[in-house]
């Protein structure tokens, strides 16, 4: 399978978000809110209008999670669209949309979302951080925050298609790739140091120019997937880096 295969396979699994007993100016909210998300919002409303407002995540037939709908925004701007850096004891929504796809991202929303991921990281201070750049004059831009990030004690792999010559750098691995998928892929996945709960990725693919569509995870099976993808594809160090 490759990274493509498994973005295809997070795309066709869409979720129901079903907002009850809630005015058609609350659901508008929501769908305008998930419009980047591969979600159906619908509205819903109890026989009785009771237990109040509330909301429910399905996965087909299967009701993922609820919740009411004051405690829902109240996680949302805590999230504030970003990734999640803490964990409360039960899964919310949010929680449950992390593997979600989004569509049509912009550069900046992706930048915002790698810096999560490489703040985690280091934070942590060890463990692997895998980060695909696409091309080496991405990369190039990157080359002072990668430096500090292979200083530490995270093992930092990067991955490139050679548009430009290597640039000098010692702390961490650059790994040069001719392959479609690295081209195409963006992405950056840590796998938690000595913490598995740390575990994150985020994998897009650019559709069409600087637009990307992908899924964010904290699942830990799907990064372990990930990670041994890219050291299997990609294990060999090219000898001009």
Sequence with gaps: MSLTELITGVEDHEKTLAVFNADARVVSDLREQFADRNLAVTAEQTVS????????LSDGDTVLTATDLDSFYETLESHDGHLST???????????LDETMFTSWSIGRMVAASR????????????????GFQTLSTLEGELDLYERLGDSDVDVHAYAVPDID?????????????TQEIADSWFVVFDGGDDPSQKCALLAEEREPRK????????????DWIIEHLETSYGFVDSEA
């Design 116 to 131: 999560e991921i490489e703040d985690r990281a280091w934070r942590v201070g060890n463990g692997s951080l895998h980060a």
């Design 49 to 56: 209008g009771r237990p109040g407002q509330f909301l429910t």
């Design 86 to 96: 803490t964990h409360t004891g039960y899964r919310t929504v949010l929680d449950y």
């Design 212 to 223: 990307f569509y992908g899924f964010w995870t904290y699942d830990e099976s799907t990064v």
């Design 166 to 178: 290597p640039p000098d750098q010692s702390a961490f691995t650059l790994h040069l790739e001719r």
